[in-house]
């Protein structure tokens, strides 16, 4: 939820000071880099940052990270009439979209207004020949993801957000196996295959099943506590011990009384809806397996 402050000073192109309560502190923008002041279009970047902002009410929203190595407060901020500062001075060339793992709640919006600016040639696109920040790619302009990072029971990851429907994704596993896959975010419409589904429980393998021809089936699994038995004292406790994951290849499930709906064989979670003709709506992440290792656990 966003809360009120009070600019008291516009430091720079994407810092200001504010009066919150109390508490004064300062803010900077996130996914923003705007030039200092002594720098190339920086003197023009403080006066557009000022325009909006200097003396006015404005309103604070955080990300998954909420302050910076330099004890500054990172956040969106908003003017009372709903724009986003941070918006604004990408989208006029004042600043520039950066990465900033793991704040990417508004990352591709912003990368999309720099591209705006930067075709526009607007401000320090075209007084200092400002280049776009380098995304994290492999030589063939693939995102690059360790298996690991995507196999964690989170919500989402946040490198996620970098990601937008249709990139290229090489995913790097168990003994440098690696693998070539198209984004599906949650949503898209698909013709579902061979590649993984990425939900809250992690990262679940989807294949063809080489016994029934035309369909798929999943290494899917659940988690379950091993019972420890502990004596103390005279007394003999059954306590849960660590968690274990028990995998089964099975075939994607449907629901008798909603059949349209696919879902996971063991843990019951809905994947996707059948469109019919072959057409399936996403209800997660999906990685499309485009080449190499499918497999790689």
């Known amino acids: 939820m966003a809360q009120r402050a009070q600019v008291t000073r516009v430091i720079d192109g994407n810092t200001i000071e504010v009066v919150q309560g109390d508490a004064t502190f300062i803010v900077r923008y996130i996914g923003v880099r705007a030039p200092a002041p002594q720098a190339c279009f920086g003197a ?25 190595d330099d004890g500054a ?43 705006q600016a930067q075709q526009a040639r607007r401000g320090g696109w075209a007084r ?38 249709g990139d290229c994704v090489r995913i790097v596993g168990a003994q440098g196996r690696t693998g070539r896959f198209i984004y599906h975010p949650k949503g898209s419409r698909v013709s579902l295959g061979p590649g993984y589904l990425r939900w809250r429980d992690g ?30 004292g005279g007394f003999t406790f059954t306590l849960p011990g ?29 994947i996707a809806t059948d469109l019919g003709g072959g057409q399936f709506e996403l209800n997660t992440d999906w990685f499309e397996h485009v080449s190499g290792a499918l497999d790689l656990r």
């Open 128 to 165: 200092c020949g400002w280049q776009p920040e380098p995304l994290p790619t492999d030589a063939d302009g693939c995102f690059v993801f360790g298996f690991n990072e995507l196999d964690r029971r989170v919500d989402r990851p946040a490198k996620l957000g970098l990601l937008k429907a």
């Open 44 to 68: 023009q970047a403080l006066r557009a940052n000022a325009d909006l902002v200097a003396g006015r009410t404005v309103f604070l929203e955080a990300d998954e990270q909420t302050v910076d």
């Open 242 to 270: 660590q968690a274990m994951r028990f995998d089964a290849v099975l075939p994607l499930d449907r629901d008798p009384s909603a059949p349209n709906r696919v879902r996971l064989p063991i843990s019951r979670t809905w």
């Open 203 to 232: 990262f679940v393998l989807i294949e063809r099943n080489a016994e029934v021809g035309g369909q798929l089936r999943a290494h899917d699994g659940e988690l379950r506590r091993q019972m420890m038995t502990v004596t103390f």
């Open 73 to 115: 407060a990172l956040r969106y901020v908003y003017l009372v009439n709903g724009r986003m500062v941070n918006a604004a001075l990408v989208g006029s060339g004042h600043a520039q979209a950066v990465t900033q793992l793991p704040n990417t709640r508004y990352y591709a919006a912003l990368r999309e207004l720099e591209l």
